[in-house]
Nanobody, 120 residues
Framework: QVQLVESGGGLVQAGGSLRLSCAASGNIFKINTMGWYRQAPGKQRELVAAITDSRSTNYADSVKGRFTISRDNAKNTVYLQMNNLKPDDTAVYYC??????????????WGQGTQVTVAS
């Protein structure tokens, strides 16, 4: 079993910054892609940013230039630095981690979600 623990959400004024963290623990053979998704009320969950094991990154157009995803493989942790936050960034943020086992099967795991609220 794999557990994901998220932290770092909260309430911030527009223009402010937050840093989210997501630490994976448990039966981990190899972590492939790590990412962050978000879901606002009444909307579908959407990809915010992702980072591969080779550190290639991908961002939603709405956050490019403001958010930065990074990972620390020694700590099995992924981070999302969010700068210049806007009210439209308000959502529950979920980390997603894809883990490969010794038989080359890949499994996706989700964090519990952390609320980010940006006040105008």
């Amino acid at each position: 079993q794999v557990q994901l623990v998220e932290s770092g959400g909260g309430l911030v004024q527009a223009g402010g910054s937050l840093r989210l963290s997501c630490a994976a623990s448990g039966n981990i053979f190899k972590i492939n892609t790590m990412g962050w998704y978000r879901q606002a009320p009444g909307k579908q969950r959407e990809l915010v940013a992702a980072i591969t094991d080779s550190r290639s990154t991908n961002y939603a157009d709405s956050v490019k230039g403001r958010f930065t995803i990074s990972r620390d493989n020694a700590k099995n942790t992924v981070y999302l630095q969010m700068n210049n936050l806007k009210p439209d960034d308000t959502a529950v943020y979920y980390c997603n981690v894809r883990i490969r086992d010794s038989n080359w099967y890949e499994y996706a795991y989700w964090g519990q979600g952390t609320q980010v609220t940006v006040a105008s």
